[in-house]
């Protein structure tokens, strides 16, 4: 074993990547009762880069998902600025960019195939392409073997796989998950962890993940904005590329958990 390191690693320069979203002052209120509204995002500012994982950290409440939803065009803000999406403001969903939840929302009455095969029913391409694609997306998330099986009888863990398999076969340029992860136990998401990464090394999806696991969002993320306060700000914004965040037992790795787990609390 060789001696701890005085100092972290350095980390290897960040390639630079073009912003696919910018969020340009957005501001999003929902009315409440008595005529008042509740404004988890105000005046809110945020660039995010294609082709990378970022991952959004903070407390509950604090409008991670109300922002995810603005990114995926599910909501949509005051017209006094919003997200601007490859050069233009979302004003609606687009089949470019898909979101998956925490409930995995696979049909019931369709087989794992059935699910991953649904999202291709409009797409363009020969139907024996087609084909060939859902079969190599059922393969990279290791769900070959099981793909006629209903979702009922699966572990949560494989209904969330299809769940992105079902996301990513329509080869979406953009993939947006609200803690798809928070109802497996830790080594089922550890495993998801992997497999996230394995997906977007083959397919460099541009990702953007709500997670309340700190060490989720180091060990899956490129970089990792921590959200809080009312209306939500951006407390830190970290890269977290290189080696030593791929390691939770690395010193770097436990000192950035530790300073962000003290930001949330
Ligand atoms: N559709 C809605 N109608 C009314 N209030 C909402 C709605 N969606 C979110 N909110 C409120 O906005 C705030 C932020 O919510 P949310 O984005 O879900 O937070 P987070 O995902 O960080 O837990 C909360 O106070 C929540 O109650
Ligand atoms: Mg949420």
């Not at 809110?44 to 990114?71: H, M, W």
């Not at 929302?105 to 024996?128: C, I, M, Q, T």
Request: charged share 20%; with cysteine.
């Amino acid at each position: 074993m060789s001696a701890p390191l005085a100092t972290a690693p350095a980390a290897p320069a960040p390639v630079p990547a073009p912003p696919i979203f910018k969020v340009d002052r957005l501001t999003v209120a929902f009315p409440e009762r008595g005529g008042t509204e509740v404004a988890p995002i105000v005046d809110f500012d945020l660039v995010v880069e294609a082709g990378r994982i970022t991952c959004l950290l903070g407390p509950s409440g604090c409008g991670k998902t109300t922002l995810l939803k603005a990114l995926g065009g599910f909501v949509v803000g005051r017209d006094t600025g919003g997200v601007v999406y490859r050069g233009r403001y979302l004003t609606e969903p687009t089949p470019d960019i898909v979101m998956i939840f925490q409930e995995h929302n696979l049909f019931p009455w369709l087989s794992v195939r059935g699910n991953v095969g649904f999202g291709l029913r409009h797409s363009p391409g020969e139907p024996a392409a087609r084909r060939a694609r859902l079969e190599r997306m059922l393969g990279t998330v290791g769900l070959a073997e099981a793909a006629g099986r209903y979702p009922h009888q699966l572990s949560g863990g494989m209904r969330q796989r299809a769940a992105i398999a079902r996301a990513l076969v329509t080869e979406p340029k953009v993939l947006l998950l609200d803690e798809p992860f928070s109802a497996l136990d830790v080594t089922l998401r550890r495993r998801m962890h992997a497999l996230l990464r394995a997906v977007w090394t083959e397919t460099r999806t541009t990702m953007v993940m709500v997670t309340h696991s700190v060490e989720e969002a180091i060990v899956v993320g490129h970089r990792v904005v921590v959200l809080g306060g009312r209306p939500a700000s951006v407390l830190l914004d970290v890269p977290t590329e290189g080696a030593a965040y791929r390691d939770r037992y690395d010193p770097a790795f436990l000192e950035l958990q530790k300073r962000i787990e003290s930001l949330i609390e």
